[in-house]
């Protein structure tokens, strides 16, 4: 098994279960002993949960019968069996398998604008909710110190590229963390304080439909955050933003959440893609790579329950988690030489959490806002939390926050060179199918 998302967890979790102690061994590769429950991480980045409290551990909730194998596969070769791993240490080791499974989930899709990589932070990693609050908060603290009116300007604009549930949350979440934080900081003024959020769709949210997507820009624009669609950034520098629209706004922020791509890993491999996810069958296997399946964010999955339109599943935690069910029935199907089954599930509705009161959701095709719709958001969250640890920090935190507020307190996670994009999420590691190649045919040769 590649990867600890939503997919590979859910489906380890049910080859455990099901699985014989004398049928299989189970192997997990992942760079970090724990599930990251991503939906919440915005609410990590504003400070109303800790980064603990959404990341589960794998040893504590495991059965003990799959082997952690901490580091990430940088390289496939199906045609040797072969999974190339670079262990945390750096070491690079190979893993022969039987049955590989890959859910290594996706990354965050840049493109080709200038200085983007380099001043541009993502959301898809614990590691950026922790740098983006600690960025965050310095920029108030620089902002109240300083003397000079263009830099304190530059410190108080902030921009969220991305108009999907990431981008929106986080603008939402992190608006509420300066509003409040602000009230701390004497010599500043939150009407100092902007927010935009910019997307070059022309809709927010589309999935909402109209009137939820409207209801939710009406939200934002209500607390002060400057929407602004059929818009992007056209070059970032380390002070200042280009957009599309001819614009310049002084900035020192720059959050990047337009969208996903599926891993790196993929493009290891001598295999077809579709919009750039493995190509697989509805019963997620591999075509043309004997033993190989695929699901979650990486995989093309044909979604059924939209009839043969072609349309695949969109890379959501909902479809992630049921594909993993499904996938790990078809490994022990696979296994006992019986029949695989396909994947098919209707999407049950969607939730957005805006912080505070402010939320908007979709549950079974029921337009909720407000209260009733915070609710709902939070419940599913919470629900969906595999362990009872996890739930109870996760909601003694909510509680927490509610009640006694945030302290604003920076954790010192700030280096002196800020670290890139793809440093924090780690998407230049992999190998390419040539190098792949050529250190499997190395292994032969030496073996």
Known sequence: MVGAGFAGVECVRRLERRLSPGEADISMVTPNSYQLYLPLLPQVASG????????VSLRRSSRHRTRIVPGTAI?????????????????????AYDQLVLAPGSVTRTFDIPGLLEHARGMKTLAEAAYLRDHVIA???????????????ARLCFVVVGGGYAGTETAACLQRLTDHAVKRYPRLDRRQIS??????????MP?????????????????????????????????????????????????????????????????ETERGRLVVTPEMTVPDAPGVFALGDAAAVPDLAKGGSGAICPPTAQHALRQGRTLADNVIA??????????????????????GTDAVSKPLGI???????????????????????????????WLLNAVAGDDFVRTGFQSARPPTLRELEGSDRYLTPEQVREHTQGLRASG
């Open 207 to 271: 999935e909402l439909g109209d009137s939820l997507g409207q209801a939710a820009v009406d939200i934002l624009r209500r607390r002060g955050i400057q929407v602004s669609l059929g818009v992007s950034v056209a070059k970032a520098g380390p002070e200042e933003l280009t957009l599309t629209d001819g614009r310049v706004l002084p900035s020192r922020t720059l959050i990047w959440t337009a969208g996903v791509a599926a891993s790196p890993l993929i493009g290891t491999m001598d295999a």
């Open 367 to 397: 337009p909720l806002r407000g209260v009733a719709a915070q609710a709902v958001a939070r419940g599913y969250h919470w629900s969906a939390l595999r362990t009872n640890v996890a739930k109870t920090r996760v909601m003694t935190n």
């Open 139 to 153: 920029q108030l603290d620089l902002a109240d110190a300083s003397q000079d009116e263009a830099e304190r300007a």
């Open 75 to 95: 390289g496939i070769d199906t045609g040797a069996k072969v999974c190339i791993v670079r262990k945390i240490t750096g070491e690079v080791t190979d893993h």
């Open 48 to 55: 109303v949960l800790t980064p603990q409290s959404i990341a």
């Open 334 to 355: 696979s296994l006992r030489h019986q029949p695989l089954r396909p994947y098919a599930h209707k999407d049950l509705g969607l939730v957005v959490d805006l912080g």
């Open 195 to 204: 927010w935009h959020l910019l997307d070059m769709a022309p809709k927010l």
